[in-house]
């Protein structure tokens, strides 16, 4: 388990992380979601006492790190695949770790194996491929077998295969009872991988909720119904009580309905449907709504240090803020089967 309570970090006058306080658990991936520039890397760092909180706590099983013993045996971490020696074999750097938290060498050649990388043991790091580097990384965090690991945007950069290695590894770590923590700009990502998600935007907590909580809360389900005789459409879904919404293009979106239900309705009035589908707006669409606010907010250079990170990958955040579903969700929504 770790604990945050009320972590914040200051650079001058920048708040990278704001107040954090939350849990991870054991058991399950805890994702950690945020635009580029939210505090997810200070956040991480400062959970592993690589940067000292401006105030707050971090506690790992109730202690500070600086208090464990051999660390690498509580809490295993991939920050920065990249931080690794590179005139080092992917061998000798994972022996140097083990040395270094009393961990028996025969562990090594253990962990290897576990991310694939027996074949390059020898091999010097530096001429790694990005995938191999994220290997040896998740090597590295597995070295002491600990209860706690963290990942910080662990698939990034990766192949698709790649991408569900690491996303199969998380989950059955998961399964033996760990804890894992796993970092993300991607809603998308989180989706698939992540049971329990910690939303933040601007350092500031967002949302502290279940995966299938955050999907039930944030996407909204409607059906949309296409037909030529629109007008009269609308005035039988009205008559029996259905509340709907002109979306363009012709057609009307109804929240709280069933295809079946509607389907039914306008053949009794024996009207043409030219479309009849059950929508749902994406989770990515809804993520991009909450963090909009926030990354607004830096874009429009409030940033007094001045050193930050582009506030966001291009437009894509949009320019909504708030919670809630997103009303006639156009471009974010998928089809269910019709
Ligand atoms: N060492 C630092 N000095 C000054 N500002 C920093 C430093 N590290 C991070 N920041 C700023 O803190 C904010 C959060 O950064 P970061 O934790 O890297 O976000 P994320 O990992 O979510 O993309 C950003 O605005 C970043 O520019
Ligand atoms: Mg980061």
Redesign the pocket.
Known sequence: MIELDGLTKR?GT?T?VDHLSFRVRPGMITGFL?P???????TMRMMLDLDNPTSGTVRIDGRHYRELDEPLKYIGALLDAKAMHGGRSAYNNLLCLAQSNRIPESRVAEVLDLVGLTAVARKKSKGFSLGMGQRLGIASALLGDPEILMFDEPVNGLDPEGIHWIRNLMKSLAAEGRTIFVSSHLMSEMALTADHLIVIGQGKLLADMSMADFIQRNSRSFVRLRSPQQERLRDVLHADGFVVVEAGNGTLEVDGATTERLGELAAAHQLTLHELSAQRASLEEAFMQMTAGAVEYHAHGT?T?G???PAAPGPAWGANSGWGPAPGAGSGTTTEGV
């Not at 580029?36 to 200070?42: L, V």
């Open positions: 650079y920048k990278a945020g580029n520039g939210a505090g997810k890397s200070t940033d240090h050193g930050g990170e």
